[in-house]
């Protein structure tokens, strides 16, 4: 059973989404996510200061199985990015939703009710296995 | 669901991540795979290999008959116990599976040939088999456990029945010795020493269990394709197929060329091909640009040609993506491989990457 935070928001491709006080978007991908994936053995992450469209390609991580692709939750612009993680990319599958997170965004507009609860991702993965 | 092992249960109750290889729900790891392979790498692991398919080959008709079915001679057997790597190769010189065969004696053989290639291979061998006087018996109640690493052998002995552990503890590599229900071959598919044992299924879980006691570590299908790959080992259905003959798969030292009156399956194409010269070869890949090499990625040796990566993945060992790949003969010491939309540089080299836990190419 993988473990999903009440407090975070999340995708349908298995980002996690936190809302921080100063309005910037802190994202992640999900326990379930790296679950699937497995060991982590390279994260490729955006230039500080890019900007990109809602569901556009932001960043990849490449596990010993697969490269999956990670997407910008919303448009705006990368504040910050784990730079840890270019000599320990396996911090995702260790603390996904803490030390192993991606990248920061300031939102174009900070309407984020497109997306799921944690049960209501619960569901949507339990559903999909 | 699919088929399962006697060790299924143990896998489970261990928390492995279960996978379907070749129609068996098999572990792929028990948590991190990356972590089983150091394991191998730096002290002992062990699999579960019984999805793997045990032929005896018994009768008069045994040796003539592997003479004429394998590409590699079983005429250069000559001590009981000694094994011998080998392709089947189909009319046109491809390859229908790679395979170890043992000698027991001049009328008995023991073939271990691939799980997920299992049904093709016993109807070619059945159809093959039935000009010669042999017997041929499938053994699938049999359980197999792979134990390797440096310090494999060493934990593994104490464990070996009474019976056969002087004769296993003085086995050289690529030789077996036998019990009565026991099979212990020094052989292994991860470039380590080690052991791969062939018992009966009610003892499997127990000697499993015995050895995770004695510090040997539980890996999945993870490592043991990380594993293979550093170590240069071709996977079946990824490194070669019936479509690529052995001489474009890195295979030319395991085709016995002598004595030339000896007409295995598939001789004529290959000979044709040695004398023409492959236009193909298998080399190895090392990624001098950050990412990981993938299966089927494309790669570009300049003004030689196109080839395509038939391997490829991330070495724990060396930290380094590295991969085998199909290329024209002419490739040099570098190529370009096509990775997601982009170009990367990778360096060529000679295969294996790493064996007995030490890097053997220089990047």
Not at chain 1, 16 to 34: N, P, S, Y
Not at chain 1, 61 to 72: G, L, Q, T
Not at chain 1, 98 to 111: A, S, V
Not at chain 2, 335 to 354: D, I, S, Y
Request: proline letters at 4%.
């Amino acid at each position: 059973m993988s473990e999903v935070p009440s407090e975070l928001k999340y995708t349908k491709s298995h980002e996690w989404i936190r809302v921080e006080d100063d309005g910037t978007l802190t994202v992640g991908i999900t326990d379930h996510a790296q679950d699937a994936l497995g060991d982590m053995v390279f994260v490729d992450l955006p230039e500080v200061g890019a900007s990109f469209g809602a569901a556009e390609e932001v960043a990849v991580v490449e596990s010993v199985k697969a490269a999956s692709d990670v997407y910008s939750p919303v448009a705006g612009n990368v504040v910050a990015v784990n730079e840890s993680l270019a000599d320990s990319p396996d911090t995702v599958n260790e603390d996904c939703y803490g030390g192993g997170w991606l990248f920061r965004l300031r939102p174009e507009d900070d309407d984020l009710g497109g997306f799921m609860d944690a049960d209501a991702y619960t569901e949507f993965t339990e559903n999909e296995d | 669901m699919g088929k399962q092992t006697a060790l299924y249960q143990t896998h489970v109750d261990s928390d492995a991540k279960i996978v379907d290889f070749g129609g068996w729900d098999m572990p792929l790891h028990y948590g991190s795979q990356i972590r089983e392979h150091h394991a191998v790498r730096g002290d002992a692991g062990m699999f579960d290999v019984s999805h793997m398919t045990v032929v005896d080959l018994l009768g008069g008709g045994a040796k003539p008959f592997l003479q004429h079915l394998l590409a590699n001679d079983v005429g250069r057997l000559k001590n009981p116990g000694k094994a011998l790597y080998s392709c089947m190769l189909n009319e046109s010189g491809g390859v229908v599976d790679d395979l170890i065969v043992y000698y027991r004696g001049e009328d008995n053989y023991r073939m271990v040939v691939n799980a997920a290639t299992r049904d093709k291979d016993m109807a070619w061998i059945t159809r093959h088999g039935k000009d010669f006087d042999l017997q041929i018996v499938e053994r699938p109640e049999l359980a197999m456990i792979a134990v390797q690493g440096p310090n494999a052998r060493a934990k593994t002995l104490p464990l070996l029945p009474d019976s056969i552990r002087d004769a296993c503890a003085a086995l050289k590599p690529f030789t077996s010795a036998a019990g009565e229900e026991w099979f212990v071959g020094r052989t292994g598919y991860t470039g380590e020493d080690g052991f791969e044992i062939i018992l009966p299924p009610d003892q499997a879980v127990n000697l499993w269990v015995r050895l995770a006691a004695a510090g040997v570590a539980p890996c999945g299908l993870g490592a043991r394709d990380t594993l293979r790959l550093e170590a240069g080992m071709n996977l079946y259905g990824s490194d070669m197929d019936e479509q690529t003959s052995p001489l474009e798969a890195g295979l030319g030292w395991t085709v016995a060329w002598e004595p030339t009156e000896r007409v295995f399956i598939g001789r004529g194409p290959l000979d044709a091909l040695r004398s023409s010269g492959a236009e193909k070869k298998l080399v190895g890949l090392v990624l001098r640009d950050r990412g990981v090499l993938r299966n089927h990625q494309a790669v570009l040796a300049e003004g030689c040609g196109e080839g395509e990566i038939t391997s490829g993945g991330f070495s724990p060992t060396m930290e380094k993506s590295i991969a085998m790949a199909r290329v024209p003969a002419c490739t040099g010491e570098t190529c370009t491989v096509e990775m997601r939309g982009k170009h990367a540089e990778a360096q060529v080299v000679k295969l294996p990457f790493v064996r007995q836990g030490k890097v053997l190419i220089e990047v």
